[in-house]
């Protein structure tokens, strides 16, 4: 029987990572960790009956703590919570699906306790990458990738000599604005941005989508993974999503990994690595895809591609940067506070001002998050 936590249990990845569980029936729960949805984690909690469960304010973990007064559930808050379910005695792996630089320090507390860390929280690795990935070599621990294309990158890699690795070919849906240009994003709506071709996630992560800036995260979040430069990561738009991700090695040969849409299969592949398992779903059908189209990615319409690419060679604190700008820019964008076109505008901006600090610690990096936080409060 094999035993996780889960961080964020109540978004995308977190039920998506529950009904794994579901349907495997060989895996326990022993901590989960979630927002403020209470009323579904409390559905949780009734199902897989975790010993521990966080929610983020003192008002409602009370709430929920009445709620479940007849379960032997213990119920935290805060990031005295989030740390309490990362280093849960019993969990063998942490499954990150938390958004936001919120989970750098769950992570932190997850490997020094000797749990293996299935990673959906891109932002750990993109602004902490210089210091996970050394914690995690010096503890014995594995990051699992979650997100489809540096799982699918992870899988490549399981047949080939990583010494033998030449590229890593990221493959891009384009979003829903793929083969527009700027002018004609003017005047795009929230609407419009959430309305991704392929995928079903989140609203921060489709935006990021929409904008590209999510695969320039993904860009820095491989440099850490797989111990390459960003000249090593080449971004490739793949329409359909059926490529996920490739990798070239020296010789030249390609080795692709293909599939579905579908996230349970990347959560799945962390959570019972190096085993496959069976996984219920659709499948590629060959008789009928005609096609595989591949197309170069727009850096002049996508500047926050662009963007990424320029902190993920310069690294320091400039990633943080680029995170934290593009969190409360987006954030913003949701909110109707600002235009589309804005969200690279600001990260752009925030980055030029910022001097660059070269290998900060954790406190550095949380308060270089603060800082552009106050910078884009008293600009915008």
Known sequence: MKKIAVLGSTGS?????LEIVRNNGDIRVTALAA????DLLEQQIREFSPKLAA????ERARELRERIRDLD???LCGMDGLLAVSSEPEAEILVTAIVGMIGILPTIEAIKAGKDIALANKETLVTAGHIIMPLAAEKGVSILPVDSEHSAIFQCLQGGQRKALHKILLTASGGPFRGKKKSELENIQVEDALKHPNWAMGKKITIDSSTMVNKGLEVIEAKWLFGVTPDQIQVVVQPKSIIHSMVEYEDGAVIAQLGTPDMKLPIQYALYYPERRYLPGERLDFSTLTEITFEKPDLETFTGLKL???AARRG???PTVLNAANERAVAMFLDRK???LEIPEIIGTCMEQHRVIENPTVEEILKTEQETYEFIKNRW
Not at 13 to 17: D, K, L, S, Y
């Open 308 to 310: 990424a690419f320029e």
């Open 338 to 340: 600002i235009r589309f």
């Open 13 to 17: 990845i977190g039920t998506q990572t």
């Open 55 to 58: 929610v983020w304010s003192e």
């Open 35 to 38: 927002g403020n949805n209470i």
């Open 316 to 318: 320091g604190s400039l």
């Open 73 to 75: 559930v213990k119920v």
